[in-house]
């Protein structure tokens, strides 16, 4: 369906997005609708999901007067109307990446275990949008700075990079045909 942009032959964009719209389409083969809304309404879902999470982050950083007036803003933003549902990268990217900037561990508290869970979102947003890694990896200096036990952080983040990263060269090399890592192209 569709034309190839550029960025695709050059292979500098993973397929990571398309291919879960892909699992969609093969769990509801069917109709020119089903073709048209599907993405959509995947896409919507996945808004709301990364909004609830900004309003969840507002409350946790600032308190739940800050919170209400996050959601009256993100329930009134003729951009977000716009923008939620269409197929975008950036769009999926902002939804993912408001979802791990929940799990961050922005305050230092008594907690179990170590406050990792952060670093999927990160990841799964920067595979969709290498660009992402600009915003994270300050974040994670700055956690691994923070963390008494850095060498724990350390060995999960090459855990959760290792399955990230297979993942990554797995979609991407069986859609473009051959071994590819597209972040080394980008």
Known sequence: FGHLTWEW??????????FMIH???SAYPGSVETIILLPKIFQAVLSTIGDFFTYKLACKLFGSRCGLWTLFNLLTSWFLFYCSSRTLTNMAETSITACGLFFY???????????????????ASSLIRPTAFVLWLPLYLYHLWREKHYFSVIKNTFLIGCVILATLMSCDSYFYGHWEFTLYHF
């Open 9 to 18: 032959r050059k292979q500098i964009r993973s397929y990571i997005y398309p």
């Open 23 to 25: 699992v969609l389409f």
């Open 105 to 123: 561990p922005w305050k230092r508290e008594k907690h179990k275990g170590l406050t990792c869970s952060y670093l999927w979102f990160a990841g």
